[in-house]
């Protein structure tokens, strides 16, 4: 059904409602952050659309008719429902917003994460994303299960049975307290010399762990750990103490060696200290739409920090 010639606009409605209920004409033009003058005409061309007087207008101020009065008694209900109106699309758009659950380590989620999302939302505002943060065998586990679109973890190779896309890369430093013994050696520490070393692990399923584990083994077993701990966090604070040296990401020994409460220790195999970054996903369901562009961001934002 068509709305009947003359069928005021709502916002003027609103307008002459603020007029009623603050008193004044310019107190409701303040309100619509609009100066009186604009308010007074749209109060007018309301009146000429409706051929009614609504306002009468004196050397004092403006005061509502009769016939303005009535009016604003039928708009409340009707811009009531407006607005009950708009809450419910609302609603609707956020039920229907795209959706994007993704799962990712640690270290990818506290320093690479929140840039790669920033990139996607600078395009895709739309898209309302959900992040699990586990280790990098949980993160797997999440995606084969389909209780992730797509998984970002780190390691020195690809989740057996799933799709894989390498990223970037992140570089490890050896550390240790400023009083240990070996923040004061000049030579650099061998591959050899840290797997006969007790160093502090991460825990099982960290991709730190499997991807120091994996170079140490080249030189043979890898001595027992001084402390297996669940948390980056957990071993920089035990590296702090002197108790053993630890093998971390770059970006997360960074604060502590820019303090100096961390000592880097160089290493004869610098350049193998390194692990990879990668985004996961199940072989049957490659990332599509937003996960798909998630992906791309982030390998487009590796690629500029190389």
Known sequence: MMLPPGTPDLDV???????????SLGAAARRHGITQPAASMRISA????????????????SELTDAGRAVVEHARPVLAAVRDLVDDIDRLRAAQATRLRIAASKTIADHRIPHWLAALRTDHPEVVVALDVENSTQVAALVRDGAADVGFVEGPHPPAGLGSRVLGADELVVVVARDHPWARRKSPVTL???????????????????????????????AGPAAELGSAAAIVAAARTGMAPAVLSRLIAAPDLATGA?????????????????????????????????????????????
């Open 13 to 23: 409605l609103d307008l002459l409602v603020s007029v009623a209920e603050l008193g």
């Open 46 to 61: 309301l009146e000429r659309r409706m051929r009614v007087k609504l306002l009468d207008r004196g050397p004092t101020g």
């Open 192 to 222: 050899a010399e840290l797997a006969g070393t007790a160093l502090l692990w991460r825990e099982p399923g960290s991709g730190t762990r499997d991807t120091v584990w994996d170079l140490l083994s080249s030189e043979g077993a890898p």
């Open 262 to 306: 961390l000592v880097e220790v160089s290493s004869t195999d610098a350049t193998r200290l390194t692990r990879k970054f990668r985004a996961i996903w199940r072989r049957t369901s490659p990332p599509t739409g937003p996960a798909e562009l998630l992906v791309e961001r982030a390998a487009r934002l590796e690629a500029a920090r190389r």
